[in-house]
């Protein structure tokens, strides 16, 4: 035997450290295991080489035993594609467990800023609107009263009925402003000073102060009883008081619109965009654990940041209409960003695309030459 065919047998009989190669041979049991449960067919020489493989462990690999190993693996990796080794790992250590737990913990807290801002805001917007119109009937009765009762006898056409109905709803008004004004007026943590705000319940120390304060607040919001002859008096009074209730109305809803009505344009649709992501990554967790093929990213922090910035721009606009004609909310296309944040921003791009294509059009150039273009 010449020298260099001796070198050759050496070569090929050298023993190579099996550690170097441990995660390797875990990684094709993992596949084989797997395909074993799923009931993938897999080569017998594919199988029989990993099993030589765990065989030879312990007295040492050849370099024959550890290319067969290789190629068993690259075949295990090919036939269960997109199942790996990484994400069957994955989905029996605790990665799985923590990466859902800390996807519903994001979704908790989402949730809890949400639902209650969400709440307060359509609350106190309802409760804005019916005041607003309140203020226009009570502002239409004042100046029909103040003109009406300016003489003794009705104008002509009118009964002292009529005034008297139009009195009554006009106190009946006045009471349902300064109702809800005090309701909204909790939204804003009692902000706005109450023109009425000693004779309240509950600022009395005992129960005869109580009732006095009861009693002088009704002469202030209801129609003497019974009405006097001359309605000229209790219609000025009714609107004396009108204009201190009008006033803490207006105040409350001002400052409810300032707070409530900013948080909801810029705040709500940036949490609506993060917790459409945070939908879309545990139902996309769930598929993967299903099939076997989750892997931890650490992806989901940028993600979500891409989430937060797309809900910022979706705020920015006041609606969008789609192609039936129908207007949809900022939030519901904060979410739908949020969700879907590579189709948001394709949608960017192509707006961008297409702005960009417009400019590059001669200042002055008719259509028909723009479409030749």
């Known amino acids: 035997m010449s020298h260099l065919e001796s070198m050759k047998v050496h070569v090929s009989e050298k023993c190579i450290d099996p550690s170097h190669f441990e995660d390797t041979l875990e990684d094709a049991e993992h596949l084989l295991k797997y395909a074993a449960e799923t009931g993938i067919e897999i080569e017998a020489q594919t199988r029989d080489s990993i099993l030589e493989a765990r065989a030879a462990f312990s007295t040492g690999w050849d370099e024959h035993t550890t290319a067969l190993l290789l190629a068993a693996l690259t075949k295990l990796a090919a036939r269960l594609k997109p199942v790996t080794a990484e ?8 990665d799985s467990t923590r990466t859902g737990r800390r996807y519903w913990v994001i979704a908790i807290v989402l949730a809890v800023l949400i639902i209650p801002y969400s709440l307060a805001s359509y609350v106190t917007s309802s409760i804005s609107d019916s005041i ?32 008297v109905v139009e009195l009554q709803t ?37 129960t005869k102060e ?37 006033y803490f109305g207006q105040s409350v809803v001002d400052d409810v ?16 965009a993060l917790l459409g992501t945070c939908v879309y990554l545990v139902r996309t967790f769930e598929q993967e654990m299903s099939n076997r093929t989750f892997k931890p990213s650490h992806a989901d922090f940028h993600r979500f940041l891409v989430a937060g910035i797309a809900g910022a721009v979706v705020g920015f606009f006041s609606n969008f209409a789609i192609n039936t004609g129908t207007s949809v909310s900022p939030l519901a296309i904060a979410f739908l960003a949020g969700y879907a944040v590579d189709v948001f921003f394709s949608f960017l791009e192509g707006f961008m695309q297409a702005f960009m294509k417009d400019r590059n059009i001669p200042a002055g150039a008719s259509p028909a030459a723009s479409a030749r273009m």
């Open 257 to 272: 619109s300032v707070w409530y009505s900013a948080f909801a344009i810029y705040i709500l649709p940036v949490l609506y």
């Open 170 to 206: 006009f106190a009946s008004t006045i009471r349902s402003i300064d109702s809800r004004s005090s309701q909204l007026n909790w939204f804003v943590f009692r902000k706005v000073k109450d023109p009425f705000g000693d004779l309240r319940p509950g600022v009395a120390k005992d």
């Open 87 to 94: 994400s069957l790992k994955a989905s029996r250590n605790g």
């Open 132 to 163: 607003r119109k309140d203020i226009v009937t009570a502002n239409d009765l004042a100046v029909k009263l103040a003109t009406r009762t300016a003489t003794p006898v009705p104008p002509a056409g009118l009964t002292r009925s009529d005034v």
């Open 210 to 246: 109580a009732q006095d304060l009861a009693a002088h607040l009704k002469e202030k919001l209801q129609l003497p009883v019974p009405l006097p002859d001359d309605l000229a008096p209790v219609a000025a009074d009714r609107i004396l008081v009108y204009q201190d209730i009008r």
